[in-house]
Each structure stands twice: as structure tokens, then as C-alpha cells.
């Protein structure tokens, strides 16, 4: 057996995980539940095969529930008991000539039944719990006829082996499923279930035991415990999805023009995985099976919506010129603009409505170049009629209905929710539900803030506070005593959010695989570092080069390197964090380095979405207050002046 490695050191935890491989999102769910590196085989991959787990690469019953998730840990913990158990019997039988070989998984060959040649952990191609094994094979002495040397044990008369059970046997069952989009095929998925009769034997006395917590550490990935650096398991089914869970059958059926079949490929492999990447991390294939393919196929609205999205990315990404591909913008753009009027006429169908409308906001997000213009209304506008729509659907009141209940929160109201905040920051106004998010901080619910975008529910309530502030402040309506109490209280309320430093640590474990939850703390340690430069920055005559502004954006700088960079990392979710703290930072700041370097590493993709449009504007932010600061003027120049300067509307979230 290998010697199991050394476990890395803490402090050189990102540096080690830099090395890993990067993590795929297609393994099967055994190795994700075991926090495992999956090498993806086709029917069943390596690690499930050498165990003898069953392998299931589409998403099983038991994922979306937690107590079911913990029973298949167990399950599986059994299984890689007997396995384990069953290769000890084998190492005994090969230093005693009294042992049966037959008491192994893999049938005796020269290689596992020999005195002193030692053997792999390799699974046997005739294992027990590998496909095609024969299960009632003849008792025969067959063996010991090709080495006499070897003296034939009676072990099918001998009482001493009685009590081990008879041969076990198992039946597979192979469920296949494909996914069609218009009747073409895109995705397919295979998952095998095995029914066993196979019950593991009493321990023997000579053999060690099993503690029944004990995992057992297996020299073909990394050591540890084999669920090393997870957490209590996430809740599958937390949102209240518009379209209801999806069915096991489900086909997308979305009517589209043979013209259009182009952006509506490129939205669905392209786009689709850029829009919730955190979501995407929770809850794997929530995005795509549960939110964007359902309303692709229902509602159509929606679907001219991401053709338009489509559109632009395709346009941004490769460089296309050209009428035709501006057309296709516009054309989509002002469909998807009059399906939304005529359905406000008819005054019906307002969970389509507001699915639309939030889409046509929050998608352009994610694609387009700063200097892309659309011939429309701007997000602002639009959201208007979200928030009436939110108003007519009570989706305020379903968010604060029974606090203490465990209730599934609208995934809409959620979407509204998170654009409402960090949008009123960009227009310098409250937010339009602050009230709600109010009481749900005080009653200490979820609003699925976290779950969606990354930031904890209390920060993103507590930004909104700010946010009032500030609005308070913009139209005189406190005056600097006031202003300056209520910047202590909520100064104090960001204090009660703090984390102990060692919880905050690199969200990748000792495998590559990412800590949904570890993520998260980290992501809010950014989001609160941010909120209290924006409060700091509503002190009045408080200017940037200020040395306690000046130490909470180095300690922004520091608490970036837990945030993985790069086109597979999350600096896309944290655009609103780095545009607070950017505002704030001086010529000789860390931060601007620290920027430079991450979108270094982003490439190409540093130019598109609100990550572009956050980058462009700073970049004119520094100019000007650089400037500023070179002559002397001790004037402080506001991002959202500067927006206003140049015409941007831009929702840098």
C-alpha cells in the first residue's frame, strides 16, 4: 500500500490548490458527494469501479435531500468497509498457505497470491463489484493443480469457513436519458443502479477494525478523510423556482426560427454559464435545467430576451461587423421590448412579465463591451416595471410571511432583490423594498441572497441601510450630526457581522473541488470590507487620501487573494465591491495593482459584461481625481459624477 502524503501546510494552502487540477463540473456524483477528483469514465469511472460504488453521472433522488445524502454517505461508507476488509482477508491469505484465495474480491493470479511480491490496490477486473464478474462460480482446486508446491485447503468442507455467507450476487439497472432541443439531441446521461445481496461478514479476530466515523484513505488521490474540508450539506431545493422542480423526463421543446437556431446554440453552450456562476457552484445545473431552459421553452418573451443576449456576446467575443448581427440585436431587443407591452396591456401573465424583465436587466450583466449603446430604455426604466410587477405578484409579503418558518423564497423575488440593492447604490437613491429587507434583518430570515449571488443575507440587508443613508444624504434631508450617529450605529452593526481571520481561508479543498460555504464567507468578508468604505466615504469632508480610508482599501487588497481569479474564478461576482473600493484608492494604493493583475489573468474576458464596464470607469475616476489631486484642488471626484459626465447607465453589479 502507498504511504499516504503529507498533508500541506495551512499557510501554503492557495498556493498548493493553484496546482490543482481545475475542477470539473461533469464528474459523477459519488466522487462530488466524497469530495473526490472523478476521471469522468464513460459508464463508470475509476475511482467508483475500484470501490465498488455505484456510479451516477446524472443528478440522483438522493442529492436534493439532505437527510438522504447523509444516509448514501453511510451506504457508502459500508460498501468501502467490506472492500477494505475483503483486501485485508487477501493480504492474510497470501502469508498463510491455510488461507482460502477465494476469500479475496479479485480471483487468485501469480500477482495476488504469492509469498513475498507485493501487490497494488488496482481493481481486479473480476472484483465482486466490477460488471460482468461471475457471481456462482464452480468450487474447484483448479489452482493448487498448477502449483503443487501449494497445499489444496478443504475449504468447502472445512466448518471453520462456514460461516462466511454464500456467494453474493448482484443485478444492474441501467437507466438512460437524452435531452432534445428541438428535437436534437444535446445532452446525454446514463445512471446505473445496483441491487445487492452482498452483506458484510462479522470481523474476524485477527483482522483491524473499523471505527464506525472512520474513512478510509485511498492512495490513488490525495490522503485525508475522504470527506476532508467539507461541510454540512447545502439545501437542493432551496428556491421556489417559477416553473416548479423540473420533471426526470423533461424535453426542451423551444420553437425558434431555423435563422435563429445560431444565438440560441451559442446563448445555451456560450452564455448560460456566465449568468449565475454562484448559483451554478450551490446548486449544480440549477441555472440551466430549473431557471433558463424551462423559460426558453415557455415563455417567449423571454426567449427573444437571451436571443437578443446571444446577440451581443456573439458580437463582443468574436468581433463580428456587420448588419446582419446588429440586426439580429435590435430585432430581438425590440421583440422582446413589445411581447413586455402588449402582456402589461393585457395586464395577465405577470410571473412571465417579470421573469422577462428581470432578464433583459440582469443579463446584459454579463456581456457586451463598455462602449456597446442599445437604442432602448435604460435598466432603471425597466425595473420600474419589475417593481410593479413584483408589487401585483406580493412578493414582498411572501418574502416576510412567517420569519420563523422554513420557507422557500422566491427565486424572482431573490433576482429583484439583489438588483434593487446594489441598483440603488448606482442612482444614489433607496432601495424600493428597504423596508422588507429591514424586517427580514431583524427577524434574522433568508431571503436567498446568499445562495444566489454569494454575499450573506445580513450584509446585503445591511448594505441597503447604507444605501438609505446615502440617498438621505444626496437630498439634504439629515443634517452632519445626524449623519454622523447613524454612520456609527451602522459602523457598529457591520462590527457584529465579523468572522474570526481563521475562518477565511482558501475555498478550494486538498482535492480542487470548491467549498460552496467557504466561498461564501469569503465573498462577504469582500462585500462587508466594501460596505464600510461606502459608509466611510458618506463622512462628511472626508476626502481618499484620508490614512483610515486609505487602511480599509489595503485591507480590501488583502482579503481579494481568497477570491479565485481568472476566467474560472469569481471576480465577476464581486464587480460592486471593487468598483467601492477602486473609487477610493490613490495612485500609490496596492489595490490598483492587485486589479491590474486580475485582469491580467481574466484576459479577454476583463473586457466584457459589468467586469468591463467597472474596469472603464474607474480607469476615468483615476484620471480625473489623479488630476485633481496633482494641481491641488482637493476635490473629490464621485464615480457617479462621472457616470453622469459620460452618459453611462450602467448596472455594475
Request: with cysteine; charged share 20%.
Amino acid at each position: 500500500m502507498v504511504a499516504p502524503k503529507a498533508a500541506p501546510a495551512k499557510g501554503s494552502e492557495p498556493k498548493a490548490a493553484s496546482k490543482m487540477h481545475r475542477r470539473s463540473r461533469s464528474g459523477c456524483f459519488t466522487c462530488r458527494l466524497r469530495r473526490k477528483k472523478c476521471d469522468e469514465g464513460k459508464n463508470q469511472c475509476k475511482a467508483c469501479k475500484h470501490l465498488g460504488l455505484k456510479c451516477e453521472y446524472k443528478r440522483p433522488m438522493w442529492w436534493s435531500n439532505n437527510e438522504q445524502r447523509k444516509h448514501q454517505k453511510e451506504t457508502i461508507k459500508n460498501i468501502i468497509k467490506r472492500t477494505k476488509l475483503s483486501e485485508k482477508t487477501t493480504q492474510i491469505g497470501t502469508s498463510c498457505a491455510a488461507t482460502p484465495p477465494g476469500l479475496s474480491h479479485s480471483l487468485p493470479t501469480s500477482a495476488t497470491y504469492s509469498e513475498a511480491t507485493a501487490r497494488t490496490r488496482a481493481p481486479s477486473i473480476e472484483s465482486q463489484h466490477s460488471p460482468g464478474y461471475d457471481f456462482n462460480p464452480p468450487l474447484s482446486h483448479d489452482y493448487y493443480d498448477f502449483h503443487p508446491h501449494i497445499v489444496s485447503p478443504p475449504y468447502d468442507t472445512n466448518a471453520h469457513y462456514q460461516p462466511f455467507p454464500p456467494t453474493p450476487y448482484e443485478v444492474d439497472v441501467k437507466t438512460e436519458r437524452q435531452m432534445y432541443v428541438n428535437d436534437i439531441p444535446t445532452r446525454h446521461d446514463s445512471m446505473i443502479s445496483t441491487f445487492s445481496t452482498y452483506q458484510p461478514p462479522s470481523a474476524h479476530p485477527t483482522l483491524p477494525s473499523f471505527p464506525e466515523d472512520e474513512w478510509i484513505n485511498e492512495d490513488i488521490y490525495n490522503t485525508g478523510d475522504m470527506f476532508s474540508g467539507t461541510e454540512e450539506g447545502l439545501d437542493f431545493e432551496f428556491f421556489d423556482f417559477s416553473h416548479g422542480a423540473p420533471q426526470a423526463s423533461q424535453q426542451a421543446l423551444i420553437q425558434v426560427d431555423d435563422c435563429d437556431r445560431p444565438l440560441l446554440d451559442h446563448f445555451i453552450d456560450n452564455v448560460l454559464r456566465l449568468i449565475f456562476p454562484i448559483l451554478e457552484v450551490n446548486q449544480h445545473g440549477s441555472a440551466r435545467s430549473e431557471v433558463i431552459l424551462p423559460a426558453l421553452e415557455s415563455n417567449k418573451c423571454y426567449l427573444h430576451c437571451c436571443l437578443s443576449i446571444s446577440a451581443i456576446h456573439l458580437k463582443s467575443t468574436q468581433g463580428l461587423q456587420g448588419e446582419r448581427i446588429d440586426s439580429d440585436i435590435v430585432r430581438h431587443r425590440y421583440a422582446t421590448i413589445a411581447e413586455l407591452c402588449e402582456a402589461l396591456k393585457l395586464d395577465t401573465n405577470h410571473l412571465q412579465i417579470l421573469e422577462a424583465t428581470l432578464g433583459m436587466i440582469f443579463f446584459q450583466c454579463s456581456v457586451g463591451r463598455p462602449d456597446d449603446a442599445l437604442p432602448d430604455i435604460s435598466w432603471h426604466q425597466h425595473f420600474q416595471a419589475a417593481i410593479s410587477l413584483v408589487r401585483k405578484l406580493e412578493l414582498p409579503h411572501a418574502m416576510v410571511h412567517d420569519n420563523n418558518a422554513r420557507v422557500h423564497p422566491p427565486f424572482n423575488m431573490t433576482l429583484a432583490s439583489w438588483i434593487d440593492i446594489l441598483g440603488a447604490t448606482m442612482l444614489g437613491r433607496s432601495p424600493e423594498f428597504a423596508d422588507t429587507y429591514r424586517e427580514k434583518n431583524q427577524s434574522g430570515s433568508s431571503s436567498g441572497l446568499c445562495e444566489l449571488m454569494g454575499c450573506e443575507d445580513s450584509m446585503m440587508y445591511l448594505i441597503s441601510e447604507v444605501a438609505c443613508l446615502d440617498a438621505l444624504k444626496s437630498s439634504n434631508g439629515i443634517n452632519d450630526m445626524q449623519l454622523c450617529q447613524l454612520i456609527g450605529s451602522l459602523g457598529t452593526s457591520l462590527d457584529t457581522t465579523e468572522v474570526p481571520a481563521e475562518l477565511l481561508m482558501w475555498p478550494y479543498s486538498s482535492t480542487g473541488a470548491i467549498r460552496p460555504k467557504q466561498l461564501s464567507r469569503n465573498m462577504t468578508s469582500v462585500f462587508r470590507l466594501a460596505a464600510r468604505i461606502y459608509l466611510c466615504s458618506l463622512v462628511p469632508n472626508k476626502t481618499k487620501d484620508d490614512p483610515a480610508m486609505q487602511a480599509l482599501v489595503d485591507r480590501f487588497t488583502g482579503s481579494l487573494h481568497l477570491i479565485p481569479h481568472g476566467p474560472d474564478g469569481f471576480d465577476r461576482s464581486i464587480v460592486w465591491p471593487l468598483l467601492i473600493a477602486g473609487s477610493e484608492s490613490t495612485a500609490d494604493s496596492t489595490f490598483r495593482q492587485a486589479l491590474a493583475s486580475r485582469i491580467a489573468s481574466l484576459g479577454e474576458h476583463a473586457e466584457f459584461g459589468s467586469f468591463g464596464r467597472m474596469v472603464r470607469l474607474l480607469q476615468e475616476v483615476w484620471r480625473q481625481s489623479d488630476e485633481a489631486i496633482r494641481i491641488g484642488s482637493g476635490q473629490n471626484v464621485h464615480w457617479r459624477d462621472v457616470m453622469q459626465q459620460k452618459g453611462w447607465d450602467f448596472l455594475l453589479i
